[in-house]
């Protein structure tokens, strides 16, 4: 069986190498981006099964814009994407435009890992 792919996109440091141990610790390959520019240079090479993005991203991409351009794009749309960012006004708005979840920094990590994998179960 394939192993599943993984994009993170987030400009924290912190989270981002965070997140990948312990994701490639769940044995997913993981691919990191600081920005949304890296992330729709990755997109454009690789396949991934889920994009995990920050709201708040360096660069000039937003991580709405991000979202809007992985679902715009016919051969990415049905790639899940979950959200996070430290501004918790935000998740209702990302709930409504189809996100498959919205997490508010700091999270529990476990929960956040418990739904990576069922929404690549699903």
Known sequence: MARERILIVDGDVFWLQ??????????????????????LKILKG????????AVVLPGG?????????????KKFSKIPIIMQSSRPGMKG?????????????????????KKVKDVLEE
Request: aromatic share 16%; with cysteine; charged share 25%.
């Open 93 to 113: 708005f990302f709930e409504k435009i189809g996100v498959e979840a919205f997490f508010i920094k700091p999270y529990p990590v476990n929960k956040f890992l």
């Open 46 to 53: 690789t396949w991934v099964d889920l994009v995990v993005s």
């Open 61 to 73: 991409i937003s991580g709405f814009h991000l979202f809007k351009e992985i679902k715009k794009k």
């Open 18 to 39: 965070m997140l990948t141990a312990r994701l490639e610790a769940m044995d997913y390959l993981v691919d990191c981006a600081r920005t949304g520019v890296q992330a």
